[in-house]
């Protein structure tokens, strides 16, 4: 029995050894400060959320304390096989864009962002013309000034900290069953102010269906609005879905047309479940009564 014990401690000290060599090589640790989230640490670290909670055997992203220490995983630990494929993202040329600023905004070279369509870098490019740009892993997400400027960043669910509920005004509309909406709407209103897109209520933990396929290009907590996905979609589209209680997809995920996107939560300001649902095309805000469903 003796020997038994000994021989399975070996075995012990041998996996923690074996196991700190990796994480020293491959892994970082972060303490959690103030303010500091699942995502954010995500995006600051260049990984995917839900490698970080796999890691760390987190089950609710929402429940990390101060001071808590976290593992954040490098390249032998991260086994996302988004992380590791290329992908083309569809941009439309808007006015006044240039190979170098569209280069800039993705987070490419501007040597990359020619080779992948045939241009030389002197070449200047027109509004209208459609481009190819390739990324590695999760697509980057370039969200409109006043998207950036409202949603701010990554924070927990304004449910969780009332001190980040943003006012906001709306006006009613007519709500026109003939046209697909990502839930089962029973009334529509649509918002006015720095952020323009319509609100739509449903039902409490109703499915959240994407109207179009894309690629998610950001997925959690935004002050004021819940979990929010944001859906980058050919031609130049960003389809933002706020409001969620919890999300299906992340980062890096590619979606089809009615893909759950999330459940419908309850909006802490108006303590009604209702749907943000707001529409960009090249980093202008448009109806989304007329934004492409197929």
């Known amino acids: 029995m003796k020997l038994r014990s000994r021989f399975l401690w070996l075995l012990l000290v041998v996996d923690a050894l074996a196991f700190a060599v990796l994480a020293s090589a491959d892994e970082k640790v972060h303490v959690i400060q103030k303010g500091d989230t699942i995502y954010s640490l995500a995006r600051s670290y260049g990984v995917k959320p839900q490698d970080i909670l796999d890691l760390n055997g987190i089950k609710d992203p929402d429940r990390v304390l101060l001071g808590q220490k976290v593992r954040i995983p490098g390249p032998a630990t991260t ?3 988004t992380s590791k494929r290329q992908t083309l993202v569809d941009h439309l040329v808007a006015k006044g864009e240039t190979l170098t600023s569209i280069a800039r905004q993705y987070g490419i070279s501007l040597k990359t962002l020619c080779s992948a369509n045939n241009l030389s870098e002197t070449y200047k490019v027109k509004a209208g013309e ?7 892993g999760p697509a980057v997400a370039v969200l409109p000034p006043s998207l950036k400027e409202e949603l701010g960043t990554s924070a927990p669910p304004a449910a969780q900290n009332p001190a980040v509920i943003l006012p906001r005004s709306t006006v009613n509309r007519t709500l026109d069953q003939s046209v697909p909406w990502p839930i089962l709407a029973r009334e529509m209103a649509y918002m006015t102010g720095k952020l323009n897109g319509v609100v739509l209520i449903g039902e409490r933990n109703e499915p959240v269906k994407s109207l179009k396929e894309g690629v998610v290009i950001s ?18 589209y960003l389809y933002v879905y706020g409001g969620c ?6 980062e890096g995920d590619r979606v089809n ?5 999330g459940r419908l939560g309850m909006d802490a300001l108006s303590e009604k479940p209702q749907l943000f649902f707001m529409v960009y095309r090249n980093s202008v805000s448009m109806d989304p009564a007329l934004a492409p469903r197929t």
């Open 130 to 136: 459609r481009l190819r740009v390739p990324q590695i």
């Open 219 to 236: 997925a959690g907590p935004y002050r004021g609005f819940g979990k929010v996905a944001i859906i980058q979609v050919t031609g130049g």
């Open 257 to 261: 047309q009615g893909t759950e996107l």
């Open 79 to 81: 086994i996302s096989a």
């Open 245 to 250: 209680e919890s999300l299906s997809v992340q």
